[in-house]
């Protein structure tokens, strides 16, 4: 019988976070496809896309205090309502309309993805959180490895599967929600928010440029989120001017790899509390070269492009917890959650600035030159992250 963060509780808990992120998979596809043949620019389309995660990285402050307020439980019933009619506006609108959707889901993501985690963390003991929080991590990234492909499927057959598949993924989503229970903690006290903390949550926005760890972590997830923004938002545009080349077999092989590689590299990420310039400037060459495969894919074909894939699916697993597991050792213990949760910002941020700023460079120029311009922004990242001060490196 299975127990700790494998008991049927946490297990219902996980399938809820695949159901959640599978409609996100599909959109992050069909939003870019359905935006060119309405006529919308790529700058359109960036906006569209980028205002899913903009929106989630300013509600997330408030999330946390809410979730704090109210426990976990109760404000995931309130957001999956939420989510449920944002889902069910993508299938009676048009791109206005998906705009307003993709914040409302944004909104629902900032809620759910805070109440889910700081669930799992208050229910499960010491011991088992980790791996709690690791299945979380794992199952939220499942969808991406199906749905683009899914998404294909249901661009060619027709918008009246779309139809079907939102409805469909907004009630069992809906049901599994509600049916789901976290026995320890469900419920947390009601802690009123002191003016203090309010105060110190304002200040804490400085330390994104006094803290120097901070500031060197956040400005590398910021940059490479951007590229990170820019492939998802508009590698469905691009593909289909590349001979051989599918939007979902290149999000299908990113997604996987990224699942692969966070199990089969985990021991190599450093968890020392110390800064490794090789690694991180290896991890940041990976990038720049994967984005520079995208690019030059249209000369090299879709061989080139799958491999920018696979090369980018690296760089998303290893940059991301290297960066954490480092700022957990480094930042001051006070404030520490509150500074991690602004490099999540960070890395909010860097993936709508992707469709936000990318978009308006493809639309003057190309997709190829803008994944090469990504792939300039790489390569400065690979000199930035070198370090030889003496409180990095220890």
């Not at 999330?63 to 506006?89: C, Y």
């Not at 799992?120 to 791996?131: F, M, N, T, V």
């Not at 080349?245 to 699942?259: D, E, K, P, R, S």
């Not at 480094?330 to 936000?356: E, H, T």
Request: proline share 4%; hydrophobic share 55%.
């Amino acid at each position: 019988m299975f127990s700790g963060a494998m008991s049927w509780p946490f297990l219902r808990l996980y399938v809820l976070v695949l159901l959640y992120f599978s409609a996100n998979a599909i959109l992050n596809v069909i939003i870019p496809l359905q935006g060119e043949s309405l006529g919308a620019s790529n700058t359109t389309i960036g906006v569209v896309m980028g205002a899913y995660l903009f929106t989630t990285m300013f509600f997330r402050p408030w999330a946390g205090q809410m979730i704090e307020r109210h426990g976990p439980i109760r404000v995931l019933r309130i957001i999956l309502i939420i989510n449920g009619i944002a889902l069910l506006l993508y299938t009676v609108t048009g791109l206005g309309g998906y705009l307003i959707a993709r914040m409302l889901q944004g909104v629902s993501t900032a809620f759910f993805s805070m109440a889910l985690q700081v669930g799992i963390i208050d229910a499960l003991p010491d011991k088992e959180r980790s791996q709690g929080i690791s299945l979380y991590s794992l199952f939220s990234y499942i969808p991406g490895i199906i749905g683009p492909l899914l998404a294909i499927g249901i661009w060619q057959e027709g918008m009246n599967y779309f139809t079907v598949i939102m409805v469909a993924i907004a009630v069992i989503t809906g049901f599994v929600g509600y049916t789901a229970k976290i026995e320890k903690n469900e419920e947390a006290s009601v802690t009123p928010e002191s003016n203090e903390r309010k105060v110190a949550t304002f200040r804490s926005y400085s330390q994104l440029v006094k803290n120097p760890f901070l500031f060197k972590c956040s400005v590398l997830m910021l940059v490479a989120s951007i590229v990170f923004g820019a492939i998802t938002t508009f590698i469905p545009l691009y593909a289909m001017q590349l001979e051989g080349g599918n939007a979902g077999i290149y999000l299908m092989l990113q997604a996987a790899t990224v699942v692969i590689a966070r199990f089969t590299l985990k021991s190599r990420i450093p968890s020392d509390g110390k800064w490794h310039s090789t690694f991180m400037m290896g991890t940041m060459f990976i990038l720049t070269v994967a984005s520079l495969c995208v690019g030059l894919s249209v000369i090299g074909g879709a061989i080139v492009f799958y491999i920018g894939a696979i090369l980018m699916g690296i760089a998303q697993a290893l940059l991301y917890p290297t960066l954490t597991t480092y700022l957990s050792f480094v930042l001051p213990r006070s404030s520490r959650n509150m500074l991690l949760g602004l490099f999540i910002a960070m890395a909010d941020l860097g993936v709508s600035l992707g469709g936000v700023v990318m978009g308006p460079v493809a639309d003057l120029f190309s997709y190829p030159l803008m994944y090469i311009i990504c792939a300039i922004l790489g390569l400065l990242m690979v000199g930035f992250a070198y370090e030889r001060r003496k409180e990095f490196v220890g």
